[in-house]
Each structure stands twice: as structure tokens, then as C-alpha cells.
T-cell receptor, first 115, second 112 residues
Framework: EAQVTQNPRYLITVTGKKLTVTCSQN?????MSWYRQDPGLGLRQIYY???????DKGDVPEGYKVSRKEKRNFPLILESPSPNQTSLYFC??????????????FGPGTRLTVT | SQKIEQNSEALNIQEGKTATLTCNYT??????LQWYRQDPGRGPVFLLL???NEKEKRKERLKVTFDTTLKQSLFHITASQPADSATYLC???????????WGAGTKLIIKP
């Protein structure tokens, strides 16, 4: 089954404690992206990657890091989380593996709370 | 900069009627526009894409229109069902690299 997986689904942590949210896709997509979703706001892009070892900042990259060492994986790293990073995070990938060109496939989301 | 407006108030529709959701944008006309469905606590799911040279697109009970003069897209669900209740997101192409700008979504509630 074509899918994007994320782990963990829920995470409560404290300010300053480094964390990583993993993302993996099995569709051989080149493009992957991280978004955050906050109430009343549209999805905002944090980082994206056009291919292995190619990453770029989105609209709200401050406080986040990413890496793309393998095509299928695109982890999101919060080196020193702060309460304003409490949010719902989504990983997405884009490709043409049988779907509509430009269709974005989303993971199930990671709800992060930073106290 | 490009802004997207979707009705922030929930839309309540009686089962069997047609639901119409609106997506307005303020600046340039995008090369394409997408609609997604999002259920509570889950990731958005792609529904339809319409390109700037297409006036209308259909998929089963769904219909999307794209009016570049009005800078507006309408999303219709005909013969609505309670299972159609969800938040619907509009997203506009904003250049290269699959970049999108997203609306905040409209919550649709279909009452039996």
C-alpha cells in the first residue's frame, strides 16, 4: 500500500530537549516536505527536499533542521524545542506514481506538545 | 503576496443537498489549484486538481470550478452525505518545486 508514515504520532516533551520526528514514504517519490498546522492557519511549510542531499527552507524554518540521506526518509529535527513549536506536524511527498501529477500524499501527523 | 481565503465558519448542509465551498485568492492566478479533504486528527487527502485553462472538473459527486477573472474556485459536493463531513482545504500552486500555499480550510457538516 502506498503510504507516508510518521513516528511518533504523539509526543510531549520539555523545552530544550532535542527530538526527531521520522518520516518515510514507499512510493519512490523525489519530493518530500514538512508542514506544521495550527488552528485558524493554513498548512505552513517548514522545509522541503527535491531529492537526496537536496533540502531547502520553506516559510517557517526557524528552530528546525532536516536531512535527506535516503530517498525514502526525511526526518525533522528540533534541536532545542520551545513552546511555540507546539503544533500538529505533517510530512508529505509528491510524485506521479499512478496518481495525479502534483498530488501530495500526507502522513498521519505528529502532535507535538512542548512544555 | 498571495493570500487565500476560505470561509472560516462551518458550513451546515442538509443531507442530499449540494454543498458549495469557496476559495478566493488575492494576487496572481496560479497554474493549478487543488482541493483536499481532512478528517480530525488525520492528514489531508487529495481530491481534485484543476488547471488555469480548465473551467470545470468533475469526479463522481465532486465538481470544482476555477474562475481566474473572479480569482475564485468553487468546490461542490452533490447529493451530500453525513460521511462527507470534514474540513476541506484549498491549495494554490505558487511557483516551481511543487510549492503550494494553503487555505485554512472550511469545516463542512452534513446533517442527516
Amino acid at each position: 500500500e502506498a503510504q507516508v508514515t510518521q513516528n511518533p504520532r504523539y509526543l510531549i516533551t520539555v523545552t530544550g530537549k532535542k527530538l526527531t520526528v521520522t518520516c518515510s514514504q514507499n512510493m519512490n517519490h523525489e519530493y518530500m516536505s514538512w508542514y506544521r498546522q495550527d488552528p485558524g492557519l493554513g498548512l505552513r511549510q517548514i522545509y522541503y527536499s527535491m531529492n537526496v542531499e537536496v533540502t531547502d527552507k520553506g516559510d517557517v524554518p526557524e528552530g528546525y533542521k532536516v536531512s535527506r540521506k535516503e530517498k525514502r526518509n526525511f526526518p525533522l529535527i528540533l534541536e532545542s524545542p520551545s513552546p511555540n513549536q507546539t503544533s500538529l506536524y505533517f510530512c508529505a511527498s509528491v510524485g506521479t506514481s499512478g496518481g495525479e501529477t502534483y498530488e501530495q500524499y500526507f502522513g498521519p501527523g505528529t502532535r507535538l506538545t512542548v512544555t | 503576496s498571495q493570500k487565500i481565503e476560505q470561509n472560516s465558519e462551518a458550513l451546515n448542509i442538509q443531507e442530499g443537498k449540494t454543498a458549495t465551498l469557496t476559495c478566493n485568492y488575492t494576487n496572481y492566478s496560479p497554474a493549478y489549484l487543488q482541493w483536499y479533504r481532512q478528517d480530525p486528527g488525520r492528514g489531508p487527502v487529495f481530491l481534485l486538481l484543476i488547471r488555469e485553462n480548465e473551467k470545470e472538473k468533475r469526479k463522481e459527486r465532486l465538481k470544482v470550478t476555477f474562475d481566474t477573472t473572479l480569482k475564485q474556485s468553487l468546490f461542490h459536493i452533490t447529493a451530500s452525505q453525513p460521511a462527507d463531513s470534514a474540513t476541506y482545504l484549498c491549495a494554490l500552486e505558487r511557483g516551481s518545486n511543487y510549492q503550494l500555499i494553503w487555505g485554512a480550510g472550511t469545516k463542512l457538516i452534513i446533517k442527516p
